[in-house]
């Protein structure tokens, strides 16, 4: 008898008969005495085609018209999902995110979770009822429907999950499980059985894409132990936990890449205090998140400063970037939109030296040149050209001998 | 300087373009310097797109999670109208129904409006915005989503009207006004420049489609002066006021029709007080409505008694009458679907005697029987047989003069 959050995502529900396999799995898990709370996202296809329809009236849509129409890819799925459920005998109830009160910011488009009113939900789930919740939504105090961004709905499953103090949230995927990386690029690669919080974090946010990062901050957060595995086949999939239990912890547990971000440099900045933030100031006011940040030793009182951020991104934080140049003063600005980032990644590392040394040389080898360095306590990333992307994690999953475990 | 609530149906918003027409059709009474309030329906074709998916899963979708599904269609277009009015220049707010607290009771699909919370549309307009909302859905008290029915939209808008007390509610339509009878059956049919509201209503009940009955119920209650006109020509339309503005009121206005009728009878019930509310109550209960009633005198202490509803409540209608004949130990049930009614209405007919017989007469010049009569102050309506619709609608005009006008 546990309370368990359940997310299935596009995929899972893209059809109605998907949708019936989802109430089916749902109703295994009601007969063996649980309670469950499904979280869902709109049906694969369904966001991009409510997406054409801005774009032909607005290139660029956003605000918060788009989130009024977004929204209502969820809410057909929690009808479905419900009807199915009730079909199939149980009983069964949806929510829209702003009916249950899931209180965002106002933050259009890229909202963030403030509260969850879990009281609707939970005396639901004691008078017997399975609760469908839409992910992916929710309103601000003024009642303005929000969107949590792409991905949303693992942040909604988390957030409930947090909320509701349920004792496991799984996310239903196309995928098994978290791998030591992407299976497309290394066939060797190997599925994970557990994982830390921590590696997750490193693993999702480089562009693992198995889950979106800011579902397994609240997860670790908040302590929801959280399993990633797949709405098609059988199997138990990747424990996402705090704990790190294996005596044998492996240096590495996975090489993890990503080929969405661009660079951005500015250079002959004045080396002075304050100069990052009036760099940054303004790139964040627009609501552009910036990943790697590398700021080199100064010469000549002046310095040069180089970030990441999405390729989406990439123009608008140019133009923000060549105002800024031009207020201080600066030389230039240049980019490359065409750079791959490639990280190695493991809560073992923190014990261990040379970790550093053994992944530069497995890339020199195959004479990859480096253009970024940027390490944290359980991982080391590095920025090379876009075309050698593959060429560098097969080099990195075979020099850490990823394929064997441990 | 006006304050004008506009209602476009499915299929003035059945694309972005025709979107971004109605766009320009709002800017220009903008541009006259008038308010106003726009009422959407869904996309044309998208509630049964939605309604089919939900077949797909329950083959008769009813009750609270079908209105989860269907309200989804027009929070679309509220969107898409808003950002397409912002594209333009305008500035525009969208409200789903439960954002403006369309308050409703919980007859879920097939809801009435309670309330309207107009506070937020009025501080909206009196700050300068068009105000987009969306038609044919609310919440009741515990915040479900209600949708109010098939052609509900119209009630919004003039619901809305009247809580705003707008100088005019405008019906957008694929019809450019009220006929004397169906162009498609009567070619010489003609577009009638002004109708009074109880006209509107035995035209509109009876048939013609174009408004929703208790759109003029509202309208006709709060007087609302009421225009129907087409998105796609130009011209005035048909305007409906409680005003008898003609001095030489024709005598009939126009002939409606309908064919979405079934009629039940129940033979040899008890001809003693308290019956009728014995038959109808269950009826009711199943919020199944009830058209033409009639009672014939009766004989040998038993009565029959004979009530159409529409066509798609004829079978469940069959069946909780069948258990009522049980009860009330009558002779039999019998039904027929295959029937047509025909009315013609006029204010005029009050001050004129005659109508009637020349009603009937026209019919039996064309041998068409007719199986039920019901009268009313400005109606006088026959059931025929189906087959017989077209030849009796035309009969009608030509013996009324309807083409000539007065």
Do not use: W
Not at 19 to 29: G, L, R
Not at 110 to 115: C, D, G, P, Y
Request: glycine share 8%.
């Amino acid at each position: 008898m546990a309370l368990i959050v359940q997310k299935y995502g596009g995929t899972s529900v893209g059809t109605v008969e998907r949708i019936q396999e989802v109430a089916k799995k749902v109703i295994q898990y009601r007969q063996q005495g649980h309670d469950i709370v499904v979280v869902v996202s709109a049906m694969s296809g369904e966001t991009n085609r409510l997406l054409n329809l801005a774009k032909d009236i607005n290139q660029d849509p956003r605000g918060r018209e788009l989130d009024v129409l977004l929204s209502t890819g969820e809410q057909v799925t929690i009808a479905l999902l419900s009807m199915a459920l009730m079909q199939a005998g149980m009983t069964a109830q949806s929510y829209t995110g702003p009916q249950i009160k899931i209180l965002t910011d106002d933050a259009f488009n890229k909202a963030r979770i403030i509260k969850i009113d879990e009281t609707k939900i939970r005396s639901d789930i004691e008078a017997g009822k399975v609760v469908v919740v839409a992910g992916f939504q929710g309103c601000d105090e003024q009642g303005n429907i929000t969107t949590l961004g792409r991905g949303g709905s693992d942040t909604t499953a988390v957030a409930l999950a947090a909320a509701l103090k349920a004792d496991e949230c799984q996310i239903y995927t196309d995928v098994d499980g978290v791998y030591t990386t992407d299976p497309r690029v290394v066939p060797e690669a190997r599925r994970l059985d557990r994982i830390t919080f921590e590696e997750m974090l490193e693993m999702a946010s480089l562009g693992a894409k198995v889950l979106q990062i800011r579902s397994v901050e609240f997860a670790s957060k908040y302590n929801v132990p959280l399993r990633v595995l797949s709405s098609f086949t059988e199997g138990g999939g990747t424990l996402i936990t705090s704990e790190e239990t294996n005596m044998e912890q492996a240096l590495i547990s996975g090489i993890a890449f990503n080929r969405d971000e661009a660079k951005l440099t500015i250079d002959g900045v004045p080396d002075q205090p304050g100069v990052a933030h009036k760099i940054l100031g303004p790139i964040a006011a627009q609501h552009i998140e910036v990943d790697m940040i590398i700021q080199n030793t100064g010469h000549d009182a002046t310095t040069d400063f180089t970030f990441t951020v999405h390729r989406n991104d990439y123009l608008a934080a140019q133009k923000i970037l060549q105002n800024i140049a031009t207020e201080l003063n600066a030389r230039k600005v240049t980019g490359d939109d065409h750079i791959a980032k490639i990280s190695v990644v493991g809560v073992g590392m923190r014990s261990h030296a040379g970790i550093a040394s053994n992944m530069f040389e497995a890339l020199a080898r195959e004479n990859i040149n480096i253009s970024m360095i940027s390490t944290s306590e359980i991982k080391i990333s590095v920025v090379v050209d876009e075309k050698y992307l593959e060429l560098g994690v097969r080099a990195l999953h075979k020099a850490f001998n990823l394929e064997q475990g441990y």
